[in-house]
């Protein structure tokens, strides 16, 4: 437990706050999803959103990451830097982002269909949100990482699809990634013990086919080694005795 950050209730009430305006952002962004708008539209209109109600992004100037969004479209598992790309009717894009408010980082994602999308990209999003919503419903303090990875991995390969290897859940508090990392597989019954009053990221990453990624030129996003459909939904939550609060 010594390496889970504990978190006060002024802490937890500042992330309260912090997930209120993150969640709030990504409750108005996909309105603003349709065919012909640009990546870069949607992270001007998340960061004004962000300022405007007290917080700063999280992602902006991390290691140099340049928007407040993540926009990672169709292939694009995460990191997809926000700019001309024209959206168009079929797509679907990954929206995460995070929120800063009193030193404190909250991180979420939701996966939007953009039109009318394939059957089979359907489906990628209907597991993998429900692999999310599992994962919420069953974590409490005294739950392992690993049987928590490997409801995600059922969940998932159930429905026909990959949980992506090297992308994980995370710890949250004063830095955006610090420990526990979740994966989205793993085996019960094994890895840390989850505390009440710690706070972390949980985000199924899946894709129709693969379970492995590459990184693009630009050196942030990553795709699909065989360039199959990748969908991302992401709470942070607070664990509690019995049950956890999602925060954003």
Same mark, same amino acid.
């Not at 928590?148 to 994980?168: D, F, M, Y």
């Given at each position: 437990?010594?390496?889970f950050q =504990?978190f ?5 009430a500042?992330f309260?706050k912090?997930?209120k305006i993150l969640?709030g ?7 603003h !999803?349709?065919?012909?708008v640009?990546?870069?539209?949607l992270d001007t209109?998340?960061e004004?959103?962000?300022r405007e ?6 992602f902006?100037?991390y ?7 993540c926009?990672s479209?169709?292939n694009?598992?995460v990191h997809?830097i926000p700019?001309?790309r ?6 679907? =894009?990954?929206?995460d982002c ?5 030193g ?6 939701v996966t939007v269909?953009v039109?009318?999308?394939s ?6 999003l209907h ?10 419903a ?7 990482v ?7 991995q059922?969940i998932?390969?159930a429905?026909?699809?990959?949980p992506v ?7 949250l508090?004063r830095?955006?990634?610090?420990f526990?990392?979740?994966?989205n597989?793993?085996k019960s ?5 989850f505390p009440?009053r710690?706070v ?7 894709s ?5 990624v ?8 990553l !795709?699909? !080694? ?5 969908a ?7 664990v509690?005795?019995e049950?956890?609060? !999602?925060l954003a």
């Amino acid at each position: 437990m010594s390496n889970f950050q =504990i978190f006060t209730d002024a802490e937890i009430a500042s992330f309260r706050k912090g997930g209120k305006i993150l969640r709030g952002c990504l409750d108005m962004l996909p309105a603003h !999803v349709r065919a012909g708008v640009t990546t870069k539209e949607l992270d001007t209109i998340a960061e004004e959103y962000i300022r405007e109600h007290g917080g700063r992004p999280a992602f902006k100037g991390y290691h140099n990451f340049p928007a407040t969004l993540c926009t990672s479209v169709n292939n694009e598992c995460v990191h997809g830097i926000p700019g001309p790309r024209v959206l168009k009717d079929g797509d679907i =894009i990954k929206l995460d982002c995070g929120v800063i408010y009193d030193g404190l980082y909250t991180d979420a994602c939701v996966t939007v269909p953009v039109g009318n999308i394939s059957s089979e990209a359907e489906n990628l999003l209907h597991v993998t949100k429900r692999a999310l919503d599992a994962a919420v419903a069953f974590l409490r303090a005294g739950v392992r990482v690993g049987d928590l990875s490997s409801l995600i991995q059922k969940i998932v390969e159930a429905g026909e699809c990959k949980p992506v290897r090297s992308l994980t859940g995370h710890g949250l508090g004063r830095d955006l990634h610090q420990f526990p990392d979740i994966p989205n597989f793993g085996k019960s019954g094994t890895g840390p013990i989850f505390p009440a009053r710690t706070v972390v990221a949980v985000e199924p990453i899946v894709s129709i086919s693969a379970s492995d990624v590459e990184t693009t030129p630009d050196a942030w996003t990553l !795709v699909t !080694v065989d360039r199959s459909l990748a969908a991302h939904f992401e709470h942070t939550v607070l664990v509690m005795e019995e049950g956890c609060e !999602v925060l954003a």
